[in-house]
């Protein structure tokens, strides 16, 4: 009997997300029920401009979709109730850049004129 390699997707979606992209991938068992993966590929570009991906799968079986799905809810409105749905770290991201452009200009015109007929 051959092995079978894993077979195509039957059913596929793509997210993509800024750097990271999303992959929810439907596939079939050997007995040929249906399960899910979800891969999350992220790029990493090196500094003399060549790039790698780093994958993260998981796999997720019909038997524990109610309960995944229900977590995954319950955690991600924890989420949106506690912290809204602003992106903080975009926000951090525009504030630490004023910071610096307000530091520099702020540094530039906060030293002391002493005249030396004072002294």
């Known amino acids: 009997m051959a092995e079978r390699v894993e077979q195509e997707e039957i059913f596929s ?8 992209t999303y ?3 439907v596939r079939a068992t050997k007995a040929d029920d249906y ?8 790029k990493f ?3 003399d401009g060549s790039f790698h991906y780093q994958k993260h799968k998981i796999y997720l079986y019909k038997e524990d979709f ?7 809810a319950k955690a991600t409105d924890y989420i949106l109730e506690e912290k809204g749905s602003e992106v ?4 951090h991201q525009k504030d630490f850049k004023k910071e610096e452009t307000t530091e520099e200009t702020t540094s530039s015109k906060s030293f002391t004129d002493v005249s030396f007929d004072d002294i």
């Not at 979606?13 to 990271?20: P, T």
């Not at 109610?66 to 995954?72: I, Q, T, V, Y």
């Not at 903080?88 to 926000?91: A, P, V, W, Y």
């Open 23 to 25: 992959f929810f991938d």
């Open 88 to 91: 903080i770290s975009e926000r």
């Open 35 to 42: 399960y899910l993966t979800v891969t999350e590929s992220k």
């Open 66 to 72: 109610s309960e995944f799905k229900e977590m995954l």
């Open 45 to 47: 570009t090196h500094d």
């Open 13 to 20: 979606q793509v997210l993509r997300a800024g750097r990271r």
